[in-house]
């Protein structure tokens, strides 16, 4: 394998991944709306970042053409079913049609745990809609569904320290759905690895694997973490249905990336956790590190941070 496209590589994952594909020995066609966007990358000797709008099916055709394979990351949580469809459903159509045009027999897609047509969630349905396309072409495939992601930089367990900097209480919608967070470097791993062998089982039609880490967790229990490691723990108090809902509401027009919105809280109507009927990233030479092992590396008192919150939030009042 000499050449590989990657989708949506500007990301949490896609940056990790970027690191790693040294490991291949081959060049990495980093595709991006703006090539600002790939400035941490750019470093890289192997990665070549290319400006394009991979949702223009023209420009993706031309792009894929000349690859040896193609790995799909680009995934949005927050939207409307139109944005749900056009990211995560109207794009795969695309990418199979100039996989085709382009004699491109290789795909490594990034799905979501729990993706499945009866979800609750839009994200979760339009996630099951796109891996049914993929698996009914004849392409080698390798389909990876990620718990939540954690490690250093990430908008999980980060997002929830920085909050308990400043609130003297956290009110919580889904406090008892389980998780089971997987480290971002182990997905990152398992994706090179499965870029470097092919398919985990050989056959034309690869398999799903369900990616997620040794630990199963409450919301509420992840929250508490964060708060203990980053040296601010604040108490934590599960809301009813209806509030929960209204609390997601709100935080979906709040300013930049909700925290929360009403499809994530849909999707936490079921836990986040592995089914055991799929493999795990095991099946692709990775053992899974434990969040509880990790988090302390990244998540670590900054009373500086701690104070500049404080005030910034004292100026508003």
């Known amino acids: 394998m000499k050449q590989i496209l990657l989708l949506g590589g500007t990301g949490f994952v896609g940056a990790h991944v970027c690191e790693k594909a040294g490991q291949l020995q081959c060049r990495l066609t980093l595709a991006t709306r703006r090539l600002e966007n790939a400035k941490p990358m750019q470093s890289l000797p192997w990665v070549d970042p290319v400006a394009v709008d991979v949702h223009d099916e023209a420009a993706l055709t031309r792009l894929v ?37 382009g004699g491109v027999r290789r795909l490594v897609h990034i799905s979501a745990l729990g993706a499945a047509a009866d979800a ?29 992601l954690f490690g250093a930089g990430d908008r999980f367990l980060n997002l929830f320290a ?14 008892r759905t389980r998780f ?27 398999p799903v694997l369900e ?16 708060g203990r490691l980053s040296g601010h723990p604040r108490p934590v108090f599960a809301l009813p249905t209806a509030l929960g809902r209204l ?13 929360m919105s009403r499809d ?30 990790i988090a302390p590396t990244y998540l670590q008192p900054a009373q500086a941070d701690v104070h500049l919150a404080r005030r910034r939030i004292a100026g508003r009042f």
């Not at 109207?90 to 100039?98: G, H, Q, S």
């Not at 849909?266 to 590190?289: F, I, K, Y």
Request: proline residues 6%; aromatic residues 4%.
């Open 211 to 226: 990616a997620c880490g040794p630990e199963l967790f409450t919301l509420r229990e992840l929250v508490q973490i964060a």
């Open 120 to 148: 609750p969630s839009m994200y979760q349905r339009s996630k099951a809609q796109a891996e049914a396309l993929l698996r009914a072409s004849d392409l080698d495939l390798t389909i990876l569904r990620p718990s939540v």
């Open 264 to 293: 994530n809280l849909e999707a936490m109507q079921t836990d986040n956790v592995a089914s055991g009927a799929l493999p795990g990233l095991e099946a692709l030479g990775v053992q899974v590190s434990a969040l509880s092992a």
């Open 65 to 101: 053409r000349g690859h040896d394979a193609v790995l799909n990351l680009v995934a949005i949580l927050h939207g409307d079913a139109a944005a749900f469809t056009k990211v995560h459903v109207d794009l795969p159509a695309k990418l199979l049609r100039a996989c085709a045009a």
């Open 247 to 259: 609390q997601a509401l709100l935080m979906e027009f709040g300013p930049g990336q909700p925290l």
């Open 162 to 175: 920085k909050l308990q900097a400043f609130a003297p209480f956290v009110p919580l919608a889904g406090a």
């Open 180 to 206: 089971q967070p997987v480290w971002v470097e182990d997905v990152a791993q398992a994706i090179v690895n499965a870029l470097r062998a092919g398919s985990a089982t050989g056959r034309s039609r690869g």
